[in-house]
């Protein structure tokens, strides 16, 4: 009698399935929200919400290399 595929992997040590990385758009949306980072553009008014919130909450800031001053 045969063995289905996945009987198969398990058997022979095959059955660790590597975790796929998630891509999908709630995923990424949530990795931006953990890692806050200097915004790239934006209008004056998303700058200084984003200097405002620095200032509340240093310590939920990712800093990239590229911090020296505004880009506005």
Do not use: C, Q
Request: net charge negative.
């Amino acid at each position: 009698m045969p063995i289905s595929p996945d009987e198969f992997l398990r058997k022979y040590g095959f059955d660790k399935e590597e975790e796929e990385r998630d891509h999908s758009l709630r995923h990424n949306a949530l990795e931006h929200a953990r890692h806050l980072r200097r915004p790239h553009a934006g209008t004056p008014f998303d700058w200084e919400d984003w200097e405002r919130y620095k200032r509340e909450h240093p310590d939920e800031v990712d800093e990239d290399e590229d911090t020296g001053g505004n880009a506005a």
